[in-house]
């Protein structure tokens, strides 16, 4: 029985554009597709990022600085509340279409020191995978040890983290394009996918994170996806849901997108 640790990128779930936008059609297939796996005897843990939910308040309150003002306490309740409203739509999603989903808040699961992982608590998650349940977490703000006081804990990093704690089969990355490429396929119709990505290749890629962006964009994606790889998670891929593609990848087919492997 594998376990697939399944990230849906918030650029794949709102409209990043639109502040607090759900893209309902593409949730719903993402939620579809981890529950058809499911049905086949399949475990998958579900992390999500904050789109058009929680990078606007973030970034406007600079919470990647840590508080450094009266108003960052303002900005820390707005951004958790914008991030519980979005995770609330997902698990609805899941509830509509007869899933079984347990939203574990990764504020009373982690603490950090200096933005990087102190104290965590995965026995939760444990409990509810051995219940049936399908676990849901979320990129977030958290209590920092350090002098920052919060700091950002992005659903990028918990997926990488979950995938290494827990030994996981696969780690699957899902955009709201195909996968990786070389440039930005939105300005680049004719941008080359990149289908399997080593480190050689990282220096070509030319994609910058967006200023909205309040947790590093691609390229802590692509770090995140690395340090799982490294630590041992034998698939780690960047996909789109589209065309089935998210059951394809997790029932083991052949699918579509960026795989990483040693160069």
């Given at each position: ?183 930005d396929?939105?300005?680049r ?11 050689g290749i ?15 964009g ?38 579509k ?7």
């Amino acid at each position: 029985m594998t376990l697939s640790v399944v990230k849906f990128g918030g650029s794949a779930i709102t409209v990043k554009d639109r502040p607090f936008t759900v893209r309902r059609g593409a949730l719903r297939s993402m939620c579809s597709q981890v529950l058809s796996h499911v049905k086949r005897g399949g475990k998958v843990i579900v992390v999500h990022g904050g789109g058009s939910f929680g990078h606007p308040l973030a970034t406007r309150y600079k919470l990647d600085r840590g508080l450094i003002s009266d108003e960052s306490y303002e900005g820390v309740a707005l951004t958790r509340l914008a991030m519980r409203r979005l995770n609330e739509e997902v698990v609805k999603e899941f509830v509509r279409l007869r899933g079984r989903p347990y939203t574990i808040e990764p504020s009373s699961s982690f603490v950090l020191e200096e933005s990087d992982i102190k104290e965590y608590f995965v026995q939760s998650v444990e409990v509810a995978l051995e219940k049936g349940f399908v676990p849901v977490l979320y990129g977030d703000v958290v209590l920092d040890a350090s002098g920052r006081g919060v700091a950002i804990l992005s659903g990028d990093t918990i997926a990488s983290f979950l995938a290494l704690r827990l030994k996981a089969d696969k780690l699957i990355y899902v955009l709201d394009v195909d996968g990786i490429y070389l440039e930005d396929p939105k300005k680049r119709p004719d941008a080359e996918l990149v289908k399997f990505l080593d480190r050689g290749i990282l220096e070509e890629i030319k994609v910058a994170a967006p200023d909205s962006d309040a947790t590093g964009g691609l390229v802590r994606k692509i770090k995140e996806a690395f340090n799982a790889f490294r630590g041992g998670v034998k698939v780690v891929c960047f996909i789109s849901w589209r065309r089935k593609n998210l059951l394809k990848a997790l029932d083991g087919l052949n699918f579509k997108g960026t795989v990483i492997r040693e160069a």
